[in-house]
């Protein structure tokens, strides 16, 4: 039973525009959680990430906001690029632990 | 600086036929792990290993061994091949204390007949 779950399999942006991702996980024990971004044939690569102690990280056009009491965290990529078009995960792990329980993913696709 | 380095990319493997993932990492991290990725399904997490000569299982273990004799290398062995093992396999490794610092490799292409 996946512990994450992305439960939109894709998104269609145009350029310029606003990117939301959403993310639910259904362990209690998660405490960190993290964006990983894919290109084909390419392994995943680190975006950013957030502690629950945290509800927001911001980095440059990426912001990941954390609502730990509807266990739900969304990745805001504003504004979006051409070269955001990837697939997006959404991976947690809980306490003092390196494993990671991946979601299925998002293929995010910006139209120019 | 190399990185994660994964070896073969593509294999074509009959079922019943064994083979062997290579990992090798030049960053002297010492957490390893490996992970499938199927359709539908994200990454799931097949072994991990916390350091030399320690390994654990995740999530979907049947069917794969590993061993941790370097700091360096992690190979993933399948013992007899199944078409269910067809899938992109991806390892990974960290430094201590850095949850965050997690670096993939490119990937390796199996596919089971």
């Known amino acids: 039973d996946q512990q994450v779950k992305q439960n939109s399999p894709s998104l269609s942006v145009q350029e310029g525009r606003i990117s939301i991702l959403n993310c639910d996980y259904t362990n209690s024990m998660f405490d960190y959680f993290l964006w990983y971004k894919k290109y084909p044939a390419e392994g995943p690569t680190f975006l950013i990430s957030?502690?629950?102690?945290?509800d927001k990280n911001e980095d440059g056009r990426f912001t990941v906001f954390l609502n730990k009491s509807a266990k739900h965290l969304s990745l805001h990529i504003v504004p979006s690029q051409p070269g955001d078009s990837a697939v997006y995960f959404c991976?947690?792990?809980?306490?003092?632990?390196?494993?990671?329980?991946f979601g299925a993913g998002t293929t995010v696709t910006v139209r120019a | 600086n190399a990185g994660v380095t994964q070896t073969p990319k593509f294999q074509v493997l009959k079922t019943g036929q064994s083979m062997t993932l290579q990992c090798a990492q030049d960053m002297n991290h010492e957490y390893m792990s490996w992970y499938r990725q199927d359709p539908g399904m994200g990454l799931r997490l097949i072994h991990y290993s916390v350091g030399a000569g320690i390994t654990d299982q995740g999530e979907v273990p049947n069917g794969y061994n590993v061993s941790r004799s370097t700091t360096e290398d992690f190979p993933l062995r399948l013992l007899s091949a199944a078409p269910s093992q067809t899938s992109v396999y991806f390892c990974a490794s960290s430094p201590p204390g850095y949850r965050n610092t997690i670096y993939f490799g490119e990937g390796s292409w199996l596919t089971v007949v």
């Open positions: 991976a947690a792990s809980p306490t003092n632990d390196y494993k990671l329980s």
């Open positions: 957030i502690s629950s102690i945290k």
